[in-house]
Nanobody, 122 residues
Protein backbone atom coordinates (compact mmCIF):
# COMPACT_ATOMS: atom_id res chain seq x y z
CA UNK A 1 0.00 0.00 0.00
CA UNK A 2 1.12 3.54 -0.70
CA UNK A 3 1.36 6.16 2.01
CA UNK A 4 2.17 9.86 1.97
CA UNK A 5 3.25 11.25 5.33
CA UNK A 6 3.56 15.00 5.83
CA UNK A 7 5.41 16.93 8.49
CA UNK A 8 6.50 20.47 9.24
CA UNK A 9 3.31 22.43 9.77
CA UNK A 10 2.72 24.75 12.69
CA UNK A 11 2.17 28.29 13.85
CA UNK A 12 4.33 31.07 12.46
CA UNK A 13 4.21 34.86 12.53
CA UNK A 14 3.58 36.87 9.38
CA UNK A 15 6.80 37.19 7.41
CA UNK A 16 8.14 33.97 8.83
CA UNK A 17 9.13 30.71 7.18
CA UNK A 18 8.19 27.05 7.37
CA UNK A 19 9.32 23.95 5.56
CA UNK A 20 6.91 21.13 4.83
CA UNK A 21 8.03 17.61 3.99
CA UNK A 22 6.15 14.71 2.45
CA UNK A 23 7.58 11.22 2.21
CA UNK A 24 6.05 8.56 0.00
CA UNK A 25 6.38 4.91 0.92
CA UNK A 26 5.24 1.57 -0.46
CA UNK A 27 6.08 -0.51 -3.51
CA UNK A 28 6.37 2.60 -5.65
CA UNK A 29 7.58 2.25 -9.22
CA UNK A 30 7.46 5.78 -10.59
CA UNK A 31 6.44 9.14 -9.15
CA UNK A 32 5.11 11.24 -12.02
CA UNK A 33 4.12 14.32 -10.05
CA UNK A 34 4.33 15.31 -6.42
CA UNK A 35 3.02 18.49 -4.98
CA UNK A 36 1.06 20.42 -2.43
CA UNK A 37 -2.51 21.61 -2.24
CA UNK A 38 -4.10 23.63 0.51
CA UNK A 39 -7.58 24.20 1.83
CA UNK A 40 -8.60 27.13 3.99
CA UNK A 41 -11.85 27.11 6.00
CA UNK A 42 -14.82 27.68 3.73
CA UNK A 43 -12.71 27.53 0.58
CA UNK A 44 -12.00 24.96 -2.09
CA UNK A 45 -8.80 22.98 -2.14
CA UNK A 46 -6.29 24.69 -4.41
CA UNK A 47 -2.98 23.79 -5.96
CA UNK A 48 0.00 25.44 -4.26
CA UNK A 49 2.95 23.89 -6.08
CA UNK A 50 3.74 20.79 -8.09
CA UNK A 51 6.90 19.12 -9.35
CA UNK A 52 6.95 16.63 -12.20
CA UNK A 53 9.39 13.80 -12.80
CA UNK A 54 11.22 15.82 -15.45
CA UNK A 55 11.76 18.69 -13.02
CA UNK A 56 9.04 21.03 -14.24
CA UNK A 57 7.37 23.13 -11.57
CA UNK A 58 4.03 24.83 -11.32
CA UNK A 59 3.09 27.39 -8.68
CA UNK A 60 -0.08 29.20 -7.74
CA UNK A 61 0.23 32.88 -8.59
CA UNK A 62 -0.34 33.75 -4.94
CA UNK A 63 2.83 31.94 -3.82
CA UNK A 64 5.24 32.64 -6.69
CA UNK A 65 8.46 34.12 -5.42
CA UNK A 66 7.72 33.07 -1.84
CA UNK A 67 7.39 29.27 -1.96
CA UNK A 68 9.81 26.76 -3.44
CA UNK A 69 9.11 23.10 -4.14
CA UNK A 70 11.97 20.61 -4.27
CA UNK A 71 12.57 16.89 -3.87
CA UNK A 72 14.88 14.14 -2.79
CA UNK A 73 14.35 11.46 -5.43
CA UNK A 74 16.11 8.73 -3.49
CA UNK A 75 14.00 9.29 -0.41
CA UNK A 76 10.81 9.83 -2.44
CA UNK A 77 10.30 13.02 -0.52
CA UNK A 78 9.05 16.40 -1.63
CA UNK A 79 9.57 19.65 0.27
CA UNK A 80 7.79 22.97 0.29
CA UNK A 81 9.88 25.86 1.56
CA UNK A 82 7.51 28.68 2.47
CA UNK A 83 8.87 32.16 3.11
CA UNK A 84 7.36 35.60 3.67
CA UNK A 85 4.26 33.89 4.97
CA UNK A 86 1.01 35.84 5.10
CA UNK A 87 -2.15 35.28 7.15
CA UNK A 88 -3.91 34.27 3.92
CA UNK A 89 -1.53 31.30 3.64
CA UNK A 90 -3.28 29.79 6.67
CA UNK A 91 -4.75 26.45 5.62
CA UNK A 92 -4.42 22.70 5.86
CA UNK A 93 -1.70 21.70 3.42
CA UNK A 94 -2.05 18.34 1.67
CA UNK A 95 0.67 16.42 -0.09
CA UNK A 96 -0.32 14.87 -3.39
CA UNK A 97 1.30 12.31 -5.67
CA UNK A 98 0.51 10.82 -9.04
CA UNK A 99 2.42 7.59 -8.99
CA UNK A 100 2.56 3.98 -10.05
CA UNK A 101 3.13 1.01 -7.79
CA UNK A 102 2.93 -2.74 -7.81
CA UNK A 103 0.77 -4.93 -5.59
CA UNK A 104 0.93 -8.02 -7.74
CA UNK A 105 0.05 -5.98 -10.78
CA UNK A 106 0.91 -2.54 -12.13
CA UNK A 107 -1.28 0.24 -10.79
CA UNK A 108 -1.30 3.99 -11.14
CA UNK A 109 -3.30 6.51 -9.17
CA UNK A 110 -3.52 9.72 -7.18
CA UNK A 111 -2.66 9.66 -3.50
CA UNK A 112 -3.06 12.18 -0.71
CA UNK A 113 -1.49 12.75 2.65
CA UNK A 114 -3.50 13.35 5.81
CA UNK A 115 -2.83 17.09 5.82
CA UNK A 116 -0.81 19.37 8.03
CA UNK A 117 -2.05 22.65 9.50
CA UNK A 118 -0.19 25.86 8.74
CA UNK A 119 -1.31 28.91 10.70
CA UNK A 120 0.13 32.35 10.03
CA UNK A 121 -0.79 34.73 12.81
CA UNK A 122 0.72 37.25 15.16
Amino acid sequence: QVQLVESGGGLVQPGGSLRLSCAASGSILTIYTMGWYRQAPGKQRELVAALTSDGSTNYADSVKGRFTISRDREKKTVFLQMSSLKPEDTAVYYCYADLSYRDGRYRRGDYWGQGTQVTVSS
